[in-house]
């Protein structure tokens, strides 16, 4: 039998898969399941903003938490982890075949696709260990999370850079995120002949508020590693929680913090739009 049919074949079958019904409705489920947390970590840092906070945390962990708290919370947790985990299996087949649009197929694009997979698949792995009785994985605060990975990294030789130039890689990223949401980039993403002009304009006011404001979180984290780098002090670190918090530290006060808390809550709602009109 001939080895290039098969390969061949076999290839084919990949891609029709990765092109199927199936498929595309466990994208759209992941990006509901990336919106439920999203609002969540805005409600939460919401609540920080104007009260102490008590032992909550603005982060993916508390999110999780918060949800395995609610009634049938462990069957939530299930069906959000599952969503997600196909979300990673979809970013998985555009890293491998590419995406829609006409430069999908571009290495940059599918490279973008291969790291967002893996992002998924860490968090995907993170909810279900928690909902199978796990606590400690979902849910860990990502503050210490950092300050550990940032110690770690800063006592290997040569550490210090690779800190730094991991923090100037999320700020870029944060201004990157920033600068699409702003533009609009999103609408070569999205089914807009089948939305209505109101729809459109709402998309609109989430998905440029809430990227910006996701966009910003992330720089400001960003910035946070590389003064850890220049200083050689992890506990300058911060994750999600801690940058969170530090909005509040500004002249703006609390005000500040609930601006971008509001906008995590529109990214999520963009987020249940995508699940809607996104081209899979």
């Known amino acids: 039998m001939n080895t290039n049919a098969l390969t061949a074949n076999g290839r084919n079958r990949a891609r029709g898969a990765a092109n199927s019904r199936t498929m595309e409705v466990g994208a759209r489920a992941g990006f509901v399941a990336r919106g439920v947390i999203y609002l969540l970590v805005g409600v939460l840092a919401l609540r920080i903003a104007f009260s102490d906070g008590g032992g909550e945390q603005a982060d993916r962990g508390g999110a999780i938490a918060e949800i395995a708290a609610k009634p049938f919370g462990s069957v939530l947790l299930w069906a959000l982890g599952a969503a997600l985990a196909a979300m990673a299996l979809w970013r998985l087949s555009e890293a491998c075949f590419g995406q829609a649009g006409p430069d999908g197929r571009k290495p940059s694009k599918r490279a973008a696709a291969a790291g967002r997979a893996v992002f998924y698949a860490f968090v995907a792995y993170s909810v279900l260990s928690y909902a ?22 800063l006592g290997w030789t040569g550490g210090q850079w690779l800190v730094g130039l991991a923090g100037a890689v999320v700020v870029g990223a944060g201004l990157w995120m920033a600068y699409r949401a702003v533009t609009r980039a999103y609408h070569k993403h999205l089914k807009l002949s089948e939305m209505t002009r109101k729809a459109r304009r709402a998309v609109d006011v989430v998905g440029v508020f809430g990227g910006t404001a996701r966009g910003v979180l992330f720089a400001t984290a960003g910035g946070f590693a590389v003064a850890a780098a220049v200083r050689h002090e992890p506990g300058k670190a ?29 990214f999520g709602a963009f987020s249940w739009a995508q699940a809607r009109w996104r081209k899979i």
């Open 132 to 153: 199978a009785g796990d606590q400690g994985s979902g849910s860990g605060s990502s503050d210490r999370q950092t300050d550990d990975v940032t110690a770690r990294v």
């Open 238 to 266: 911060k994750g999600m929680d801690d940058t969170l918090r530090s909005f509040t530290e500004t002249p703006a006060g609390p005000w500040l913090l609930a601006l971008i808390a509001l906008g995590l809550a529109a």
